[in-house]
């Protein structure tokens, strides 16, 4: 009995320690500080509550905003807030290789982003073509669409740049996505509303750039 018991200890504790190890080999690279401060209106939420902000810098830069993190987050600025039916579009920018591809993307539907039920859905690229959509609610995330290549998307090129424009386009039957003008994805309306903020999702050890963030009815 006592031998039957100590195997699934056994077991859980291995995971947790190939978990462990797991996030050694690719921890949070700290972003270079500088004296700018946050775009003016904007937030942020870090995916693990013991990461630190200080660990990453979200800055205005020309028309648009950069982020360099450090750890993975979402951005957003309350006013970017839409219902019904309507559109959301930027373009986005890595501007360096990662270590291994990591991916950014766009977020709409966004509720209580700041609270522990927080909920959104988000659209992610990475520089080999791939994209994925998820859905998140609290600490659980659904998976709509997994990593899924397609020509659509511009890969990096050999120095780790590449540039992709998402598209949101939302209506009452459900919402579109877009990349670079082509449809990739359609999400029903029965996956849950699209009603909320629109903002923007950076994974960690990214720097990428942010072109202005365009909301607007339909």
Same mark, same amino acid.
């Given at each position: 009995?006592?031998?039957?018991?100590?195997?699934?200890?056994?077991?859980?504790?291995?995971?947790?320690?190939?978990?462990?190890?797991?996030?050694?080999?690719?921890?949070?690279?700290?972003?270079?500080?500088?004296?700018?401060?946050?775009?003016?209106?904007?937030?942020?939420?870090?995916?693990?509550?013991?990461?630190?902000?200080?660990?990453?810098?979200?800055?205005?830069?020309?028309?648009?905003?950069?982020?360099?993190?450090?750890?993975?987050?979402?951005?957003?600025?309350?006013?970017?807030?839409?219902?019904?039916?309507?559109?959301?579009?930027?373009?986005?920018?890595?501007?360096?290789?990662?270590?291994?591809?990591?991916?950014?993307?766009?977020?709409?539907?966004?509720?209580?982003?700041?609270?522990?039920?927080?909920?959104?859905?988000?659209?992610?690229?990475?520089?080999?073509?791939?994209?994925?959509?998820?859905?998140?609610?609290?600490?659980?995330?659904?998976?709509?669409?997994?990593?899924?290549?397609?020509?659509? *998307? #511009? !890969? =990096?090129?050999? /120095?780790?740049?590449?540039?992709?424009?998402?598209? @949101?386009?939302?209506?009452?039957?459900?919402?579109?996505?877009?990349?670079?003008?082509? *449809? #990739? !994805? =359609?999400?029903? /309306?029965?996956?849950?509303?699209?009603?909320?903020? @629109?903002?923007?999702?950076?994974?960690?050890?990214?720097?990428?750039?942010?072109?202005? *963030?365009?909301?607007?009815?339909?």
């Amino acid at each position: 009995m006592k031998i039957s018991r100590l195997i699934p200890l056994a077991f859980a504790l291995s995971l947790v320690a190939a978990s462990a190890e797991a996030q050694g080999n690719d921890p949070d690279v700290a972003a270079a500080q500088g004296k700018d401060p946050m775009p003016a209106g904007w937030m942020m939420r870090l995916d693990r509550p013991t990461a630190s902000k200080a660990t990453l810098r979200f800055v205005d830069m020309g028309p648009g905003m950069h982020v360099t993190s450090g750890p993975a987050a979402i951005y957003w600025n309350d006013k970017n807030t839409a219902s019904g039916e309507f559109t959301a579009e930027v373009s986005l920018t890595q501007m360096k290789k990662p270590t291994h591809p990591e991916a950014y993307g766009i977020i709409w539907g966004g509720k209580n982003l700041d609270a522990p039920n927080q909920e959104y859905f988000y659209l992610i690229v990475r520089g080999d073509g791939k994209y994925m959509v998820k859905h998140r609610a609290g600490t659980e995330t659904h998976e709509i669409a997994p990593w899924t290549e397609h020509a659509a *998307l #511009i !890969k =990096e090129d050999a /120095a780790g740049k590449s540039k992709n424009t998402l598209k @949101v386009e939302a209506s009452a039957t459900g919402t579109k996505l877009y990349a670079n003008g082509q *449809l #990739i !994805k =359609e999400v029903p /309306a029965s996956a849950g509303s699209a009603d909320g903020i @629109v903002g923007l999702r950076v994974n960690h050890n990214l720097d990428v750039h942010l072109d202005v *963030l365009k909301v607007a009815k339909k």
